[in-house]
């Protein structure tokens, strides 16, 4: 099933140029953000406040890959072809959101507003899960499944364990550190909305792929052999819930990249 061909509006040009915006302001928040060129870095304000829950530094690599994706993502939409597209229409503003919600977080939290930095990660969730959901459209084949589901649902994955760790980070710095107990605690309610989302999102391989990359690397990192055994144990959960759904399914493709 494909979609009806529509012709491109005013308001497709506003959002597809919007979301191209959106890609280039947080390559911008990367560029200043990651090595802090205008003040502290991103990991310098991490490794101030150290935590059992701090995915190791070549984890933080997976940023190239994401804005690279996006980017992509984004000049593909501002295609005259595309900009009519109900699955651009759907998703579009979500994605605007993305890309302003991230460079807000790199802002705030490079200047250590930890708490509304932590407000703005979980709203940039919010909006990559609202994203996500709004793919649920036909057509687009393998170009759509690799240049727009793909990248956002690897976004989604890796900005969901993030999130976790930011909150780690933030308690560290407004309190105390997590202990290692309740670091476990975290990773195990983690494990377990991972494995509900991967049974929710339509499209599933970089979700999966996002989150046990992230898993790995905080077991790599951490401190206490017993939060290394529960971030394996979480990634291990997210691959067999991923194997799973994508075995009881009659259209695999389908059900691993929308």
Same mark, same amino acid.
């Given at each position: 099933? *494909?979609?009806?061909?529509? !012709? !491109?509006?005013?308001?497709?040009? %506003?959002?597809?140029?919007?979301? +191209?915006?959106?890609?280039?302001?947080?390559?911008? &928040?990367?560029?200043?953000? &990651?090595?802090?060129? +205008?003040?502290?870095?991103?990991?310098?304000?991490? *490794?101030?406040?150290?935590?059992? +829950?701090?995915?190791?530094?070549?984890?933080?690599?997976?940023?190239? @890959?994401?804005?690279?994706?996006?980017?992509? @993502?984004?000049?593909?939409?501002?295609?005259?072809?595309? /900009?009519?597209?109900?699955?651009?229409?759907?998703?579009?503003?979500? @994605?605007?959101?993305?890309?302003?919600? *991230?460079?807000?977080?790199?802002?705030?939290?490079?200047?250590?507003?930890? $708490?509304?930095?932590? #407000?703005? $990660?979980?709203?940039?969730?919010? %909006?990559?899960?609202?994203?996500? *959901?709004?793919?649920?459209?036909?057509?687009?084949?393998?170009?759509?499944?690799?240049?727009?589901? @793909?990248?956002?649902?690897?976004?989604?994955?890796?900005?969901?364990?993030?999130?976790?760790? &930011?909150?780690?980070?933030?308690?560290?710095?407004?309190?105390?550190?997590? !202990?290692?107990?309740?670091? %476990?605690?975290?990773?195990? #309610?983690?494990?377990?909305?991972?494995?509900?989302?991967?049974?929710?999102?339509?499209?599933?391989?970089?979700?999966?792929?996002?989150?046990?990359?992230?898993?790995?690397?905080? =077991?790599?990192?951490?401190?206490?052999?017993?939060?290394?055994?529960?971030?394996?144990?979480? +990634? =291990?959960?997210?691959?067999?819930? &991923?194997? %799973?759904?994508?075995?009881?399914? /009659?259209?695999?493709?389908?059900?691993?990249?929308?």
């Amino acid at each position: 099933m *494909n979609e009806s061909p529509e !012709s !491109s509006t005013r308001a497709d040009s %506003v959002r597809a140029f919007a979301v +191209l915006a959106a890609a280039v302001l947080q390559i911008a &928040g990367g560029i200043v953000g &990651g090595p802090g060129l +205008l003040g502290e870095s991103v990991s310098s304000v991490a *490794n101030a406040y150290p935590t059992l +829950l701090q995915p190791g530094g070549a984890a933080f690599s997976i940023w190239s @890959l994401i804005y690279a994706a996006f980017l992509i @993502l984004a000049v593909r939409q501002v295609l005259p072809g595309q /900009r009519a597209r109900v699955v651009h229409r759907r998703s579009g503003w979500w @994605l605007v959101a993305a890309g302003v919600l *991230n460079a807000t977080w790199i802002v705030l939290f490079t200047q250590r507003s930890f $708490i509304p930095a932590q #407000v703005a $990660i979980v709203a940039l969730l919010v %909006v990559l899960a609202c994203a996500a *959901n709004r793919m649920r459209s036909p057509g687009g084949g393998w170009a759509d499944r690799l240049l727009l589901r @793909l990248p956002i649902t690897v976004y989604l994955g890796w900005v969901a364990i993030a999130t976790v760790a &930011g909150a780690g980070t933030t308690l560290a710095a407004v309190a105390s550190a997590p !202990s290692a107990w309740l670091s %476990v605690a975290a990773l195990v #309610v983690t494990a377990v909305l991972v494995v509900a989302a991967i049974w929710w999102l339509p499209a599933i391989a970089g979700f999966v792929l996002a989150v046990c990359w992230a898993f790995a690397w905080i =077991a790599v990192a951490t401190t206490a052999p017993e939060v290394a055994a529960a971030s394996l144990a979480a +990634l =291990a959960a997210a691959a067999l819930a &991923g194997a %799973v759904r994508a075995a009881r399914s /009659r259209q695999k493709s389908t059900v691993l990249f929308g």
